[in-house]
C-alpha cells in the first residue's frame, strides 16, 4: 500500500503589505460614496440603486480576493493565484527553465524583476511581477526551484519581453484595446450614476 505524504512547503509569501493596504483604503474610498448614495436614494430610481449595489458588490468581492493572492512552492509543486487569473498549479518535473529578467513598465523609472518559468517546448508555466511582492521573494523562489536560474543581465522594456518570450502574457495584458474599453466602461458608469442621483434628488426637491 502506497503511503501518501504531505507535500513540505519551502516558500510561501503573500502580497507585498503596502499593496494590501493600498487595496483595502482604495475599497473603502469606493464604498463609502456608493453606500451613502444607496441609503439617500434606497426608494430612488430602481436602475441607479441596482448599478450601485453591483458596485458595492463587485468592491467587497474584489477586496476579498486581493486577500486571497498567494505563491507557494512545496517539494511537488508551484502554485498562486492573482487578481484576475485562477490557480495554477505546476508539477516541479514540468520546468524546465526559470528566468529572471528586470523589465520597464510604463513610465516607471525603475526596472521590475519578473520571473517566468517555462517548460520544454518555451511555453509559459508561471510569472510573477516583482512590484507585487516583498523584495528578494523572487530570487529566493527561483533559487528553490530544481533547474538553474538564467539571470537577464540587461533590462528590457515590456514590448520586448513580450517579444522574447511570446505567451507570457496574462489574458489581459499587452492589449492596448482592453486598456481603452475598461477606462470607457468605468466612464460610463461614473456618468451613469451621477446622472441617475441628480435625476432621483431632483424628485425630492420641492418647486
Same mark, same amino acid.
Given at each position: 500500500?502506497?503511503?501518501?505524504?504531505?507535500?513540505?512547503?519551502? %516558500?510561501?509569501?503573500? !502580497?507585498?503589505?503596502?499593496?494590501? @493596504? =493600498? +487595496?483595502?483604503?482604495?475599497? &473603502? $474610498?469606493?464604498?463609502?460614496?456608493?453606500?451613502?448614495?444607496?441609503?439617500?436614494?434606497?426608494?430612488?430610481?430602481?436602475?441607479?440603486?441596482?448599478?450601485?449595489?453591483?458596485?458595492?458588490?463587485?468592491?467587497?468581492?474584489?477586496?476579498?480576493?486581493?486577500?486571497?493572492?498567494?505563491?507557494?512552492?512545496?517539494?511537488?509543486?508551484?502554485?498562486?493565484?492573482?487578481?484576475?487569473?485562477?490557480?495554477?498549479?505546476?508539477?516541479?518535473?514540468? %520546468?524546465?527553465?526559470? !528566468?529572471?529578467?528586470?523589465?520597464? @513598465? =510604463? +513610465?516607471?523609472?525603475?526596472? &521590475? $524583476?519578473?520571473?517566468?518559468?517555462?517548460?520544454?517546448?518555451?511555453?509559459?508555466?508561471?510569472?510573477?511581477?516583482?512590484?507585487?511582492?516583498?523584495?528578494?521573494?523572487?530570487?529566493?523562489?527561483?533559487?528553490?526551484?530544481?533547474?538553474?536560474?538564467?539571470?537577464?543581465?540587461?533590462?528590457?522594456?515590456?514590448?520586448?519581453?513580450?517579444?522574447?518570450?511570446?505567451?507570457?502574457?496574462?489574458?489581459?495584458?499587452?492589449?492596448?484595446?482592453?486598456?481603452?474599453?475598461?477606462?470607457?466602461?468605468?466612464?460610463?458608469?461614473?456618468?451613469?450614476?451621477?446622472?441617475?442621483?441628480?435625476?432621483?434628488?431632483?424628485?425630492?426637491?420641492?418647486?
Amino acid at each position: 500500500m502506497t503511503t501518501m505524504t504531505t507535500p513540505t512547503t519551502l %516558500v510561501f509569501a503573500r !502580497l507585498r503589505r503596502s499593496i494590501l @493596504v =493600498g +487595496a483595502i483604503t482604495a475599497l &473603502v $474610498l469606493a464604498l463609502v460614496p456608493v453606500t451613502v448614495a444607496l441609503v439617500v436614494l434606497g426608494d430612488g430610481l430602481l436602475p441607479t440603486v441596482l448599478i450601485e449595489s453591483a458596485i458595492v458588490i463587485t468592491c467587497v468581492v474584489l477586496g476579498i480576493r486581493q486577500l486571497t493572492i498567494h505563491v507557494r512552492l512545496t517539494d511537488r509543486e508551484l502554485s498562486g493565484n492573482g487578481i484576475f487569473s485562477p490557480m495554477v498549479r505546476v508539477d516541479l518535473d514540468d %520546468v524546465h527553465e526559470v !528566468l529572471l529578467v528586470p523589465t520597464f @513598465v =510604463g +513610465a516607471a523609472p525603475d526596472p &521590475v $524583476l519578473q520571473m517566468l518559468v517555462r517548460d520544454a517546448t518555451g511555453r509559459r508555466l508561471f510569472r510573477l511581477r516583482g512590484n507585487f511582492w516583498d523584495d528578494g521573494l523572487l530570487e529566493k523562489l527561483a533559487a528553490a526551484l530544481p533547474v538553474p536560474v538564467q539571470t537577464v543581465a540587461e533590462p528590457v522594456t515590456s514590448k520586448a519581453f513580450f517579444e522574447t518570450y511570446p505567451g507570457s502574457e496574462y489574458w489581459f495584458e499587452n492589449k492596448p484595446w482592453l486598456r481603452v474599453a475598461a477606462i470607457l466602461g468605468a466612464g460610463v458608469l461614473v456618468l451613469g450614476v451621477a446622472a441617475g442621483a441628480m435625476l432621483a434628488l431632483g424628485d425630492r426637491i420641492p418647486g
